[in-house]
């Protein structure tokens, strides 16, 4: 049975909500496949699903893709790996502009991210357009980034997180000895859409191949402070039980860290690139 909701846009560059989902009607590929059609529309999706179980979650991951079993985070466990928690009691948070884990080779391409514990006001997430921040550039700065590539890091965020106290020595020394470094074009086409992207993040991305460090530093400096531009962000203010889908190849996003010392807890998943959902 196909399921009969609305989706209703939240701002012009980014971000839609979904009403009227009903949940106890379950989520047939049908639904499925026009809330991915949503998605790539709006790039970032609100649903409002409180009673969304562990199992429902993973099918949904599933539909988008290959679900991955995060590479720093812990998880729920047995049956539910593949659902991570990004919890500030175990000192875990997101407070940094990035794709998800773009110093892999094949990123995942959609993440779904679910409120499960939220501080009394704050601890918004935003996202930003980056479609829509290439759109804007001038015609001469596109061709200037056409065929650049820039290296993306982990290391970089552990190295800021072990300067804050936020990680242990351990854990930093653990991460870093992985050395997960990857090489991606500054610009990638979305495979469904065909729109361009620029694919940089303030966090991962550490210099243009190819450039002077200097230069690097200067572009790069610009190109970020041109994607935060409030015009290309959705700013979303989470309800219990909210989750948020979003499109990996074609935006960025921060949780911002305003909080302390409440607790927020999120439940998420995110998949790698399948036949049906190319990266
Ligand atoms: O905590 C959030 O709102 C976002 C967390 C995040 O960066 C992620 O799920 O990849």
Redesign the pocket.
Known sequence: MPNHFTVHPLGPAIGAEVLGLNLADGFSNETLSQINVALVKHEALVLHVPHLTPSQHLSIAQFFGTPEVHTFYPNLGEGFEQLTI?DSKLGDR?DMW?H?ESFLPSPPIV?M?QAQILPPCGGD?CWISMTTAYDALSDRMKHYLDGLSAWHDMNGPMTAALRHNAVTHERYLQVVNMSRRHLHPMVRVHPVTGRKALYISPTYTTHIEGLEPSESDAILAFLHAHCQHIRFVYRHRWQLGDMVIWDNRSVI?H?ILDYTPHQRR?H?A?VFASDAHPA
């Open positions: 990004i997101a990035h998800d993440t991210t997430t996003h949780a999120m998420r995110s």
